[in-house]
């Protein structure tokens, strides 16, 4: 399973960030697969700010959850990341990532089957 995170590398403040993870070698409606989206800031930890289940659930982390949105787009076989009204704080290197299992909040790699590489995002003026 490949994960390919895409999305503009700088946003200005104020705007919605959108972010895409195309799956390759699995569907994101294969059965009990989670596709969570993480992110790191700055000098900052993993922040893991939700997820959407093989079946369309859809799970928040409760920081981000007024401002985030997951979905995912069946046909094209991706799962997207929406964040609204970005300040520089949500300057960060955002993750997909997928595992068989939810645990909410999970940020620690080897609980995640495959990993993306990582896309950068800036949110500046």
């Known amino acids: 399973v490949q994960l390919q995170e895409s999305g503009p590398g700088l946003v200005k403040p104020s705007q919605t960030l959108s972010l895409t993870c195309t799956v390759s070698g699995a569907s994101v409606t294969a059965a009990y697969y989670y596709w969570s989206w993480i992110r790191q800031s700055p000098g900052k930890g993993l922040e893991w700010m939700g997820a959407i289940s093989w079946s369309g659930g859809i799970f928040y982390g409760p920081g981000l959850k007024s401002r985030t949105s997951i979905s995912s787009d069946t046909s094209k076989n991706q799962v997207t990341l929406q964040l609204t009204s970005v300040t520089p704080e949500d300057t960060a290197v955002y993750y997909c990532?997928?595992?068989?299992?939810?645990?909410?909040?999970?940020?620690?790699?080897?609980?995640?089957?495959?990993w993306g590489q990582g896309t950068q995002v800036t949110v500046s003026s």
């Open positions: 990532a997928t595992s068989t299992r939810l645990i909410t909040g999970a940020t620690t790699k080897n609980l995640y089957d495959y």
